[in-house]
């Protein structure tokens, strides 16, 4: 399935899959992910439990920026397979089932709610599966990325540690 | 077979374009089955009349669309399933007794079928062709007759 994330969407979750990628087991400081992310305004600010500007200030202790306020999940905690399918995502394919990024219509509101086409969907590879499994990233446009395990059932927002 | 039921089964099996429509519940489905498979084309169907909530709904479905058994049994999954439908063919969803859960879960009901219909979409834009037909002895408003 082609892409079809604008040039804007793709910089973002580029930039935000790379900082979470380069920094496995290091944590993305709110000042690093404001930088790279360039996260724009609108109508949900991501929530972070300092402003930058107290974060320059006192360079306190690193924090993430969240976007739910759902249970987080380090990249450090995910299955290798996760990264795999990180790694496609950041490249822009090529995915290796059709339903790749394809529109998560976020039927069960378990995300925030955001219009249609805001959320993509992305396998991730579960060995020994005869099929494609539970286990998927939605990646929103503002570079935000949930997984799950489940099935949909349940998500958590992927971070890069330090927030939980 | 009535030659209603013909006139309807000969328009579905001449080809119609994807989408959802709503036609009588004869002929009965193994005939019905027999008659999709004459042309080729792949066919999933069931009842789901005995569906009465949400659960035992995306069960029916489940069951019918061949979802794996630890799928998820939300509306999220349910969108999954029916989008791994085997592409690059024609198939036919058929739903029979559809009536039940149209009264007993309404909201429950409207979802599935919007789930259904967005999906029949989705595959129209890639080239694959989905059709759903919805079979009931009652009347059911908002999608065409075969």
């Keep these: 399935m082609a892409s079809r994330f604008s040039f804007r969407r793709l910089a973002l979750i580029a930039a935000a899959l790379a900082a979470l990628l380069t920094s496995c087991s290091t944590t993305l400081t709110l000042n690093e992910a404001a930088t790279t992310t360039r996260i724009a305004p609108t109508t949900t600010e991501p929530t972070t439990t300092q402003t930058p500007a107290t974060v320059a200030r006192t360079e306190a202790p690193p924090t993430t920026i969240r976007f739910s306020e759902l249970p987080t999940v380090s990249i450090d905690e995910l299955p290798p397979e996760a990264l795999d399918t990180l790694i496609l995502i950041r490249n822009g394919g090529p995915y290796p089932y059709r339903q790749d990024d394809g529109v998560f219509q976020n039927r069960e509101g378990i995300l925030p709610d955001h219009p249609r086409g805001h959320y993509r969907e992305y396998t991730i590879e579960t060995p020994g599966s005869p099929d494609r499994g539970a286990r998927r990233f939605v990646v929103g446009e503002r570079g935000e990325i949930y997984y799950t395990d489940d099935h949909y059932s349940s998500f958590r927002e992927v971070t890069s540690g330090g927030d939980r | ?146």
Aim: proline share 7%; hydrophobic share 40%.
């Design chain 2, 1 to 146: 077979m009535s030659m209603a039921t013909n006139k309807w089964l000969e328009r579905l099996l001449a080809g119609v374009d994807p989408g959802i429509y709503v036609a009588p519940p004869e002929p009965d489905r193994f005939s019905l089955d027999d008659a999709i498979a004459e042309r080729g084309w792949r066919c999933h169907g069931g009842s789901v009349g005995s569906a009465g909530d949400k659960a035992t709904l995306l069960e029916a479905l489940g069951e019918i669309l061949d979802a794996p058994t630890d799928w998820g049994r939300n509306w999220d999954a349910l969108v999954d399933v029916a989008r791994s439908l085997p592409p690059g063919e024609r198939t036919i969803v058929v739903l029979d007794d559809v009536g039940g859960p149209a009264k007993s879960c309404p909201n429950d009901w409207a979802t599935a079928v919007d789930i259904l219909a967005t999906t029949t979409e989705e595959a129209a834009a890639t080239g694959d062709h989905l059709v759903v037909i919805l079979r009931s002895s009652d009347p059911h408003s908002g999608y065409l007759a075969l």
